[in-house]
């Protein structure tokens, strides 16, 4: 009976971990390397085809995105998940496989013009489509058998809809093991979806850290509706616009929550029935799926809300568009509104067609409600950039630029440590994960020097032996090698000799009208010189 930590290790993005038990393999999630990539992760060590089956935490990218390629090289397996998990996945696996798709397409098109080698993409429609067909739902709570010797139970995590830790229970020649995966651990009071709930005993822990060094500044709700009615009044009174560049799942939800509150308490006076309009088919499918999950997956609060008979996240005014038509018509509108679209941070989606139009105009306002990295079109305007450029066209900004602070989704050094107290006796072994290198390695030493845990932070490779509790294998972060893009001495001569030969085409072709017994005379020369290169 073996753990073995492959992705997310030292990092925050590629979730992976094995468990291996008489002969069989399960991985538990098995994500996408997303951002900066810090050390090298372990190969699978398991053919795709050796793998039994898959559990997974939640459906984020990071920790579901790779799960197609294990159907494209051979896994024929189940992947358990809970119920909204399974739904949520099967849009966002699918809106993977276009990323790839149309990601090799484009590297292929500039390998075309440049003569560099081709792509293929990770995995296509087809492979999505076969991970989607095998995602099994479970409900929260229920214990489920899913091999001879391995049962598994999902409980609510508070992460994102659907999101759960899992306990899983091993038995190997008659001793029972008990491994809990926190997943990614939730922050309290996130609107719509649970609280973290506990867990009460394990043997092992396998810990996400993401946060593990940082404390949250907390917000209430009512803070951020009363903040976001604000700024709705403030720009609807003026004439104009509120463009959210927003995730499209989880975070568009959510804001949809703040308005259909407002709306309900009439917060903004003289704009009644102003409309939503909501351009995302990704988070117009989201949404769908939070319309119809089981009342398991809500927060007391939003309990209350459909119980009155509410909706808590449509309403009357909320207009979705598909197609990319509808989308364009909304400009037409001329009536002050609410625009959400993606992507959140403004590098990709709809988003930039709205900025395109809105940037330009005083009245309108640009509400950015999560956080922009460094570098994206969201922090630049954030950062009050004067001209942006967005499709090739030079935009001045404008419009007014706002925050709208945020929940994080991930709980703080405070929250993992509430979550990890709650065991009411302490694990054998503490793993942390799911952090970068810092935040990791100093959650693990405060659990072992404040809070008496036996805790580790391993790097990618690392194998326990779950009887024994003893290490199989210790490996180190091997650093990911920065990519030097230097050019050799033969790839310059060689584009050198392609510059000119681009020269002596420019030239030829500015020699139209000229007498034809010099143009057949260039014509031998050059006739006579390519013959000269062929026979070099
Ligand atoms: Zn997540
Ligand atoms: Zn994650």
Known sequence: MELTFLGAAHEVTGSCTLISTGGKNILVDFGLEQGKDTFVNADLMVEPSKIDCVLLTHAHIDHSGK?????????????????????????????????????????????????????????????????????????????????????????????????????????ENGVEKKIVFSGDVGNTNKPIINDPQPVKEADYVVIESTYGDRTHEYSKDADTVELLAEYLQETFDRGGNVVIPSFAIGRTQEILYFISQIKNEKMVSGHDGFPVYVDSPLANEATGIFLQCTEDCFDEETRAVIQQGINPIYFDDLRVSVTSEESKQINFDTTPKVIIAASGMCEGGRIRHHLKHNLWDKKNLILFVGYQSAGTLGRIIYDGAKKVKIFNEEINVRAQVGLLPGISGHADKNGLLKWINSFEKKPDQVFVNHGDDIAASSFAECLRSEHGFNAFA??????????????????????????????????????????????????????????????????SQIDSLRDRIKND
């Open 458 to 523: 391993p790097f990618s490779g690392t194998s326990f032996d779950l009887i024994t509790g003893e290490p199989v294998k210790l490996t180190q972060g091997i650093p990911v090698e920065k990519k030097v893009v230097k050019k050799d001495k033969g790839q310059l001569a060689y584009e050198r000799v392609i510059a000119a030969a681009e020269r002596l085409l420019a030239t030829v072709k500015s020699c139209k009208g000229r007498p034809n017994k010099d143009l057949a005379r260039y014509a």
């Open 67 to 171: 799960i197609p390629l294990l159907y494209k090289n051979g896994f024929t397996g189940t992947v358990y998940a809970t119920e909204a998990t399974c739904a949520l996945c099967r849009i966002m696996l699918l809106d993977s496989a276009n990323i790839q798709v149309s990601d090799a397409e484009w590297e292929n098109r500039k390998a075309l013009r440049s003569g560099g080698e081709t792509v293929e993409p990770l995995y296509n429609i087809e492979d999505a489509q076969e991970a989607i067909s095998h995602l099994w739902g479970c409900k929260y709570g229920e214990e489920r058998q899913i091999l001879e010797n391995v049962r598994v139970r999902f409980t609510d995590i508070g992460h994102l809809l659907g999101s759960a830790c899992i306990e899983v229970w091993i038995t």
